[in-house]
């Protein structure tokens, strides 16, 4: 089956990246997960990628932490990630590049979006770390405006669990799945797909976004190939 989208761009959690043990990030883990980005890469699929920071830093410890400070540390963690990540695709013989939204040039392009899509055409792929390089902005929201510039065709989601449920499906056995959703429904809902400015941004864009769970890695492979996995969150909710 051939590649559906032309353009992707993966959302993928720090917390995805620490496999089992929960904590930094897991060798195996990671070289599935570059596996399956080369097999997209290979179908002729450009890639870019926006990695969490969660598995390092996950907000500010305590009352007393600066947030700016505490945000700029979850930055830096999504560094550490972006270069691993790197790391692992380019033992996979995969061509790629990071750049970061802070500048930190003796071990990342800084960001340029012109770079990046030329980058993308010439077949490598592109991780975006440190966000939006601003504090109080998820990345989530650097997911959605990544996607946004870059033109892509869909944002691909990765989570933990392998669609949008109305409540936690770990918690309530009786948690619908949804199959489509709207970007109103979501809002409207706070179904908690991602944060209302990541939402509001893609809907005012209308990027369309696709939920699905990163315990198999293969699903990047199905959802790129446009099987019916997870949850499709577009303007027309179908």
């Not at 979006?113 to 993308?120: N, T």
């Not at 809907?203 to 949850?231: Q, S």
């Amino acid at each position: 089956m051939r590649a559906k989208y032309k353009r992707v761009l993966l959302k993928v959690s720090g917390e995805a990246l620490a496999g089992p043990q929960g904590f930094g990030i897991d060798e195996d883990t990671v070289a599935e997960i570059s596996k399956n980005i080369k097999k997209i890469v290979d179908m002729g699929t450009q890639a870019a990628i926006v990695v969490g920071g969660g598995n390092i830093w996950r907000g500010r410890s305590s009352e007393n932490m600066d947030r700016t400070r505490a945000d700029h540390m979850g930055m830096l963690a999504t560094a550490i990630n972006s270069l691993g990540l790197c790391s692992a695709l380019e033992a996979q013989g995969v061509a790629t590049r990071v750049q970061t939204a802070i500048d930190m040039r003796q071990i990342a392009e800084p960001y340029i979006r012109g770079k990046a899509v030329r980058h993308m055409e010439k077949g490598r792929v592109v991780i975006f770390g440190c966000g939006t390089g601003n504090p109080f902005m998820s990345t989530d929201t650097a997911a959605a405006l990544r996607a946004v510039e870059m033109e892509v065709d869909v944002i691909l989601l990765a989570k933990k669990v392998d669609a949008v449920y109305d409540s936690d499906p770990n918690i309530n056995p009786n948690a619908k799945r949804y199959t489509n959703l709207s970007f109103s429904d979501i809002l409207s809902k706070n179904l908690g797909v991602m944060d209302s400015t990541a939402a509001s941004l893609c809907r005012d864009n209308n990027m369309p976004i696709l939920v699905f769970g990163l315990n198999d890695p293969e699903n990047i492979v199905r959802a790129v190939k446009g099987e019916k996995i997870g949850t499709l969150v577009n303007m027309e909710g179908k």
